[in-house]
C-alpha cells in the first residue's frame, strides 16, 4: 500500500501556485471583474494563453520523451519560466490598468503565461512527486482547497487589495521552484524511493535483455516511439485524467454563480478538499485508487444521475447543479494526485506527465470556450448541453469501475488470512531479496490480483509490472502463478 512520507511546509506553498494558475478560469476572475477594459483585453489574453499553453505542453512532452527531460528542472529552465510567469502577469495587468485597448500587447502577455506556467507545473510536479499517492492526494486537497479558500477571499475585498494579495500569491508560487532548483534540490526531488523504483525496474530489463533506465529521469524504453510512450502514459491514467478534462471543458463552456455572489468552481474546489482529506486519511483494506474509482465516484454519479431527473426549477435540479462541480473538483484532486503518484514511480519523466496534461486541459478549455458560443450551449445558460456532457462522463465512469472490478482478479479473503497471506509474502520477500517495489507487487499477487489491478493501483503501466513479475518469479524460482502461490502457502509459520 501507499506509504505516505511527512508533507515538507514548502509543498503547502502550492495553494499559491494553484491560486493564480490562469488555466483554471475561476483565477481570472479578479481582472474580469474588476477593470473596465477587461472585457476588450481578457478574450485576446486568454485565446493567446490557452493556445500557447497547448502547444509548450506538446513541446515539453516530445523533448522530455526524447532527452529525459532534465533540462526542465534546472536553474535557467526553472527561472526563466517564473520570469516569464510574472512578467506576463505583470504587463497583462498593466494593460487593465491604463486602459489599453486589445493588441498584440495582450497576445504576448497571454503567451508568457502560457509558456511560464507550463514551466511551473513541469517544476511543481517535481517538487510534489516526493509524494506518493495518499500523501499527495491529502497534500493536493489541502493546498487546491486553500487555494479555492484564497481566491473566494480575494473576490469579496476591493480590487486594489485583491490586485496586491494576488501579486504576493504570483511572486510566493514561483519563488519555492526557483528556490529549489538553485539550491540544486528540484531534482533530488525526484530521488530517494522514486530513484530506487526506477533502479529496480531497470535491473528487471538488464536482466531480461533489455536496457538500463537513466539514474535520475526515465527515458523512453528502446525503439518506442513518442505515440507508443503517450499512449502506455494515457492508458495507466486514462479515469483520472478524462476527468480532468471534462472539467477543464464544463469551466470554460460556462461559469455559475452561486446566490449570484461566488463561483460554483470555487465553492466545488473548497468542498470536495472537504471529503478528500478524511477520505484519504482513512484506512482501507482496498488500495486507494481502486477505492475512489470503483466505490466513491461511481456511488456520488449516481446520485448526481438521481438529482438530474428531477423536473427544471425543482431544489434536487438546482442542488445537482452546483454538486457537480464539487464531484468534478473532486475528480481533479484525484487526477493530480494520481499525476504525481505516477511521477513518484519514475516510470515517465515529469516533463512528459504534466506537459501531456497541461496540453489537454488548455486544448478542451478552448474547446469549451468555443462550444459556448454555440446554439445547444446558449440555450436554458447552457444548463442542458452540460448536462449531457455531465451524464457521459458519469456512464464512462460507472463502465469503467465495472471494468476495472472484473478484470481485478481480486478474490475475498477474511482479515485474518489476509494478514498471515501479507506476513508471508513478507518473508518470502526478505529471503529471496526482493526490492521494495517487487515485495509490494508479491503481495498483490499472493492476493490473486491480475496485473491490470496492481498498474491501476500502483500507477505504473501493465508492461512494467510485467516486468517486475518476471523478476520475482526469477529470484523465486518459480515459473508460473500457480506456483507463485504454492510457494507463498509453502511460507507458512
Known amino acids: 500500500m501507499d506509504a505516505p512520507r511527512r508533507l515538507r511546509p514548502d509543498l503547502l506553498f502550492f495553494a499559491a501556485f494553484f491560486a493564480t494558475l490562469p488555466l483554471y478560469s475561476p483565477n481570472l476572475t479578479l481582472f474580469q471583474d474588476g477593470f473596465a477594459a477587461a472585457e476588450e483585453l481578457m478574450g485576446p489574453f486568454v485565446q493567446s494563453m490557452l493556445v500557447t499553453a497547448a502547444l509548450a505542453g506538446v513541446a515539453l512532452a516530445l523533448a522530455s520523451s526524447r532527452r529525459g527531460g532534465a533540462v526542465f528542472l534546472g536553474v535557467p529552465a526553472v527561472v ?72 473566494l477571499l480575494v473576490s469579496t475585498v476591493p480590487t486594489a487589495v485583491g490586485a496586491g494579495v494576488f501579486a504576493l500569491l504570483l511572486a510566493a508560487g514561483a519563488a519555492v521552484p526557483c528556490a529549489r532548483a538553485l539550491a540544486g534540490r528540484l531534482e533530488a526531488d525526484l530521488t530517494g524511493e522514486g530513484a530506487a523504483l526506477a533502479a529496480d525496474a531497470a535491473a528487471a530489463e538488464e536482466a531480461e535483455g533489455g536496457v538500463a533506465e537513466e539514474a535520475l529521469i526515465v527515458r523512453r524504453r528502446d525503439g518506442e516511439s513518442f505515440p507508443a510512450l503517450v499512449r502506455r502514459m494515457v492508458a495507466v491514467v486514462a479515469v483520472p485524467l478524462a476527468g480532468l478534462l471534462v472539467l477543464g471543458y464544463i469551466t470554460g463552456v460556462r461559469k455559475f454563480m452561486m446566490f449570484d455572489m461566488v463561483y460554483m468552481e470555487t465553492v466545488g ?54 454538486l457537480t462541480y464539487v464531484f468534478f473538483a473532486l475528480v481533479g484532486i484525484l487526477a493530480l494526485a494520481s499525476l504525481c503518484a505516477m511521477a513518484h514511480a519514475r516510470e515517465f519523466p515529469p516533463a512528459l506527465i504534466y506537459g501531456l496534461a497541461v496540453a489537454g486541459y488548455a486544448a478542451v478549455s478552448l474547446l469549451g470556450i468555443f462550444s459556448g458560443t454555440t446554439a445547444p450551449f446558449q440555450a436554458h445558460n447552457g444548463g ?44 518470502a520477500a526478505r529471503e529471496a531479496g526482493l526490492s521494495p517495489r517487487e515485495g509490494e507487487i508479491l503481495g498483490y499477487l499472493g492476493r490473486g490480483h491480475s496485473v491490470a489491478f496492481i498498474a491501476k493501483t500502483l500507477v505504473i503501466s501493465e508492461s512494467t509490472v510485467r516486468t517486475h513479475v518476471k523478476s520475482i518469479y526469477r529470484k523465486l524460482g518459480v515459473t508460473s502463478r500457480e506456483d507463485l502461490i504454492r510457494f507463498i502457502d509453502e511460507e507458512r509459520a
Request: with cysteine.
Open 80 to 151: 526563466g519560466g517564473s520570469l516569464l510567469y510574472v512578467g506576463g502577469y505583470g504587463l497583462f495587468a498593466a494593460q487593465l490598468v491604463l486602459g489599453w485597448g486589445a493588441g498584440p500587447a495582450a497576445i504576448l502577455a497571454g503567451a508568457a503565461v502560457a509558456l511560464g506556467a507550463a514551466e511551473l507545473c513541469v517544476a511543481w510536479g517535481a517538487l510534489l512527486s516526493c509524494l506518493g499517492l495518499r500523501a499527495a492526494l491529502l497534500c493536493l486537497a489541502l493546498t487546491v482547497g486553500g487555494g479555492s479558500v484564497i481566491e
Open 269 to 322: 474546489g473548497v468542498l470536495a478538499a472537504l471529503i478528500a482529506v478524511p477520505l484519504c486519511m482513512a484506512r482501507t483494506r482496498r488500495p486507494l485508487l481502486p477505492f475512489f474509482h470503483q466505490l466513491i465516484l461511481p456511488s456520488f454519479a449516481l446520485v448526481l444521475i438521481v438529482l438530474n431527473s428531477f423536473p427544471e426549477a425543482t431544489l434536487p435540479l438546482w442542488f445537482a447543479a452546483w
Open 384 to 427: 442542458p448541453a452540460l448536462l449531457v456532457v455531465s451524464t457521459l462522463y458519469f456512464a464512462f465512469l460507472l463502465a469503467a469501475g465495472l471494468t476495472a472490478g472484473w478484470r481485478s482478479g481480486e478474490r475475498a479473503s477474511a482479515p485474518d488470512a489476509t494478514t498471515a497471506l501479507a506476513e508471508r509474502c513478507e518473508r
